[in-house]
């Protein structure tokens, strides 16, 4: 069940190589990743029914969490793929790329989604970190798809920043083998988490304590946390439309699991709170940057970067919590948010396509009147983006902050709700700048096509939609085993 989650993208991605219509090359995007969301549903039931799943003598190894994990890695990279084949169809139309780099960007991204699926398959931890290698490989020659110099910079500076990020994680890798192999010299130790966490109380704390370190500054690099996030605006605003869907969707949160496979590790080992402190810190800190610069950006996927990043920082605060509930929240509200923030870059790329750019000042007010469909669409998501019932973000803020209360952590709840208002404020004011209102004399809108990416939205906005009132059984069972690994539960 495991190896062909890992095998479908690939090998859409090997046959992207051969084919040359570019219907055909979207459509072969889309059958993989409906077969890997298929394969993800029998991998929950499997995990369900057995507690973890592993192949290849535990090469491959899969619990509630890694479980979880590919069912959003496949929901947003589906949507991704049907997106994605009008988008480039128009790009190519209006010359804004050039067909070989279409060609590019669908042998590319099955193989961005094959490493994301590797990084939380992987029993291995150096699997592990260059899986995430790989990602941050394809990723990067995605966000300079569009060879132009902005695109270039944004590219240089991910790859400097992630390069730099994943070279401290390796770092933070090799102290826990250091740790793992001091009291046991005379072996070598297994690699696999499933052994390591079996010993977590015969590792060195104190090389755990530094390889934590080093794994969280690295890996919270490449999930964007503050104030390693520097690379994040720049790489999903210059990106195409489709790119910073799974960058901000999926991506972040790839990284942000395997900190949080650290954490675990740490947290069996240390028995304290040495790591949440860190997950505490950095998550208030990365919620209360983003909303001021979500309030002063001028260009529309810039601010919707920010409001990753705050997103980004509740998850990390819900978890240092270290409370069932608030962990329980934030597993909810990293899927809630896997849902809603691809459907405002689509809408986003319909914007840019239409106006020819993402600058508030030239969108001008009034794009309801030019394209009401995407704007209905980008106005639900954004209501569910800043926390409104009866969204599900309503319903995993709430439960972070009422765990937090329950557990009378009440000074960081307040935090969470103050940095939450600021965030809703910003976005809101931001976005109802050019969605209402009326169009200006003399403004016009080239090339609208009302109905162009619908699909896809309305997808993923009718799968917030329910899941917002309606959680099956199975999901709930799932997040709940998910949460209780995360708090170290037997």
């Known amino acids: 069940m495991l190896t062909p989650i890992l095998i479908v993208p690939v090998l859409a991605s090997l046959l992207c190589l051969v084919v040359r219509p570019p219907r055909v090359m979207a459509a072969l995007g889309v059958l993989a990743f409906s077969a890997t969301l298929g394969l993800g549903i029998v991998l929950v039931q499997q995990v369900l029914a057995r507690g973890v799943v592993t192949e290849w003598h535990e090469f491959l190894c899969a619990d509630a969490l890694s479980a979880w994990m590919v069912l959003l890695i496949s929901v947003v990279s589906l949507a991704t793929s049907i997106y994605a084949g009008g988008y480039f169809r128009r790009e190519v139309a209006a010359g804004a790329i050039t067909p070989g780099r279409v060609r590019e960007f669908f042998v590319l991204t099955p193989l961005f989604g094959a490493g994301m699926f590797l990084v939380v398959l992987a029993n291995n931890l150096g699997v592990m970190w260059a899986a995430l290698e790989g990602t941050a490989l394809s990723s990067v020659l995605l966000v300079a798809l569009y060879n132009r110099r902005n695109s270039l910079e944004a590219a240089w500076k991910y790859v400097i920043l992630g390069s730099l990020g994943l070279a401290l ?152 919590m270290n409370s069932p509930v608030t962990i329980f929240g934030a597993l909810l509200h990293m899927g809630y948010h896997a849902l809603t923030k691809p459907v405002l870059f689509f809408a986003a790329g319909n914007i840019h396509q239409t106006f020819h750019s993402l600058e508030f000042r030239v969108i001008g007010p009034g794009v309801v009147k030019v394209l009401p469909v995407t704007v209905l669409l980008m106005g639900l998501a954004a209501l569910a983006a800043i926390g409104l019932p009866p969204f599900g973000l309503f319903l995993s803020e709430l439960t972070v902050i009422s765990g937090g209360l329950a557990t009378h952590q009440t000074t960081v709840s307040v935090l969470i709700l103050v940095a939450l208002l600021a965030s809703f404020c910003g976005i809101l004011q931001q976005l109802t700048r050019i969605l209402l209102g009326a169009r200006k004399p003399g403004d016009r809108a080239s090339d609208a096509r009302r109905m162009d990416g619908v699909p896809a939205m309305a997808m993923l906005m009718g799968g917030l939609l329910l899941f917002s009132v309606w959680l099956p059984a199975p999901l709930l069972e799932l997040l709940h085993r998910a949460a209780a690994i995360i708090g170290g539960a037997p």
């Not at 977590?200 to 503050?226: M, N, R």
């Not at 990284?255 to 505490?280: E, M, P, Q, V």
């Not at 997103?311 to 240092?320: E, P, Q, R």
């Open 169 to 320: 994680a390796l770092m933070g890798t090799v102290l826990v083998y250091a740790a793992a192999s001091k009291n046991n010299p005379q072996s070598l130790p297994s690699f696999n988490w499933s052994y390591l966490m079996s010993v977590a109380g015969q590792l060195d704390p104190h090389l755990l304590k530094l390889a934590f370190v080093f794994a969280f500054i690295g890996y919270g690099t490449k999930a964007g946390l503050a104030p390693m996030h520097t690379w994040l605006p720049d790489a999903h605003s210059e990106a195409p439309s489709p790119t910073s869907a799974m960058l901000s969707g999926v991506s972040l949160k790839i990284a942000l699991y395997a900190l949080l496979r650290f954490h675990i590790l740490t947290t069996a080992c240390l028995d304290s709170g040495f790591s949440r402190y860190f997950l505490l810190g950095f998550g208030l800190f990365s919620m209360f940057l983003a909303a001021p610069f979500i309030l002063v950006q001028r260009n529309l996927k810039r601010m919707l970067a920010y409001s990753s990043l705050e997103h980004i920082g509740l998850i990390c605060t819900g978890i240092a």
